[in-house]
Each structure stands twice: as C-alpha cells, then as structure tokens.
C-alpha cells in the first residue's frame, strides 16, 4: 500500500475545519442567548421556568462546551497525524 498526503491541502483542510469550529461555537453562543434572553421576552410562566431549567440541566453545557471541545478535539488530532507525518516525511527524506 502506498502512502500519498499533499500537505498544503490537508492544512487547506485543518484550517477549513477551524472556520467551522469558530461558526459552530458562534452559533452555539447565538442559541445560548435565544433561549437564555429572547424566549423569556414571549413566554412566562411554569412551563418556561420548566424549558429554561431543563435546557440549563441537561443541553447548555453540551450544547456550549462539550460539543465545540469535541469538535476542537477533532481538529487538534487532524493537525498532529499531518505534523507527524510531516515530520516523518523530512526525516526519511534527510532534511
């Protein structure tokens, strides 16, 4: 089996990824303040206090951090297995 990587575009690729990463986490933050801020201007009452408790309980931490932590996870390994490979490339190559 032959190993191929052009590394421009797999960095091409990495910083795609990135751009992803900061709209994912942009948006996560514009949901964060609909739920938190806005919904509360048109609904009041025991059933909101209900959805706001249950988003704070159970979605809002995954939705604002574990997610785009993953995400960023994701992204981190995809530049390591590139620098490695990088690196593994120069030194077979003498440089």
């Known amino acids: 089996m032959a190993l191929r990587i052009d590394f421009e575009g797999v960095e ?3 910083t795609q990824m990135k751009t992803a ?3 994912l986490q ?8 609909i739920v938190e801020t806005d919904l509360g201007e ?3 009452g025991n059933s909101y ?6 988003y704070e309980e159970n979605y809002r931490d995954m939705l ?8 960023e ?3 981190q390994f995809m530049q390591t297995c590139k620098d490695c490979l ?9 440089n």
């Open 21 to 23: 990463i900061e709209a």
């Open 26 to 33: 942009q948006t996560a933050a514009d949901i964060d303040v």
């Open 12 to 14: 091409s690729c990495i």
């Open 73 to 75: 996870q994701l992204e």
């Open 86 to 94: 990088e690196e593994a490339d120069n030194e077979l190559a003498g």
């Open 49 to 54: 206090q209900k959805c706001i408790s249950t």
């Open 42 to 44: 048109h609904w009041e």
């Open 64 to 71: 604002t951090t574990q997610v785009p932590g993953l995400v």
